[in-house]
């Protein structure tokens, strides 16, 4: 079963909230909306922007070859919560509403989280896995590992794990480890960095993060494969199910309070999966009605 991962479909205008943002391509500041108290400025002058406030809905979609594209799972938080928050709350829909963990997802880059590749993880079957983009956290652009899965320094040496500790403010609480120079712990072994690095002098690179297995596959994930191509590609699914919402009015609702809203969204997609299952009665009609 392959899931398609969308989120952030706006509802805008619907609630003012107290953590709104301006539309990213506008590239505009806060100042440029407020009323001038020197000099004023003639109107057609202003910048003009799309303020987004309010609720924001996730869905999961998936790909039925030959049949069409359902919504599995829908979630509306207020606008202010971030996208990888929908991650559990959308996999457990798809969970309940299936009766099976999905095998595999397509996701965009704002899923690049390690719990999200720990969730798809099985390590006897490969083919499990989450297709998203990688996105370079930390000044690491890459990470390359050992046998044992310790981590490469830049000099190619596998570094020792020296602690770990309790990571306590991201979504999701996880161990997190210290990996140290192996030429100056558990003790000192050389006298200089092979490659010279900076760090040498100041106690060796010490590199952080956490312990689980999905840290390792964000990098590990051979994004160049024609299997991870083959799935992340069907992430469009999303697009066009967003599309469908678009046009059911799910950006510009006339409800205002959390509870509507949600319940409007579940409407809409309901709607929209209505749509595809007449669409496959009529071609189980024609499928019947054929002589071939």
Not at 12 to 24: D, E, F, Q, R
Not at 35 to 53: C, H, L, M, N, V
Not at 110 to 139: C, I, R, W
Not at 232 to 257: D, F, H
Request: hydrophobic residues 35%.
């Amino acid at each position: 079963m392959l899931l398609s991962v969308l989120t952030r479909q706006s509802s805008l205008k619907a609630i003012l909230i107290v953590n709104w943002v301006v539309k990213k391509t506008n590239q505009v500041s806060i100042s440029e909306f407020e009323t001038p108290s020197k000099e004023a400025r003639p109107a057609d002058q202003k910048i003009k922007g799309e303020f987004y406030w309010g609720y924001a809905s996730g869905v999961v979609a998936t790909k039925v070859p030959d049949w069409g594209e359902f919504v599995l799972a829908e979630y509306t938080q207020t606008f202010d919560k971030s996208d990888i928050s929908y991650f559990f709350p959308l996999m457990k829909q798809c969970e309940d509403n299936l009766g099976f963990k999905p095998k595999q997802a397509a996701l965009d880059a704002a899923f690049d989280a390690f719990y999200v590749y720990d969730y798809f993880y099985k390590a006897d079957s490969p083919e499990q896995f989450a297709a998203v983009p990688l996105v370079h956290k930390g000044g690491h652009k890459s990470r390359t590992f050992n046998d044992t899965d310790l981590p490469l320094c830049e000099a190619d040496l596998a570094m020792p794990l020296k602690s770990t500790f309790i990571h306590k403010t991201s979504l999701v609480e996880h161990e997190r480890g210290r990996y140290a120079c192996p030429l100056k712990y558990p003790q000192q072994t050389a006298k200089c960095c092979p490659i010279n690095h900076k760090n040498w002098t100041k106690g060796g690179c010490l590199s952080t993060m956490p312990t689980s297995i999905g840290a390792r596959l964000r990098y590990q994930l051979d994004r160049h494969s024609d299997t991870y191509k083959a799935v992340y590609k069907q992430r469009t699914a999303t697009e066009r199910i967003n599309s469908q919402a678009v046009e059911l009015g799910i950006e510009r609702p006339k409800l205002r309070n959390q509870a509507s809203i949600a319940n409007l969204n579940t409407l809409i997609y309901i709607l929209i999966n209505l749509r595809a299952c007449k669409r496959v009665q009529v071609k189980l009609k024609q499928l019947t009605l054929s002589p071939y």
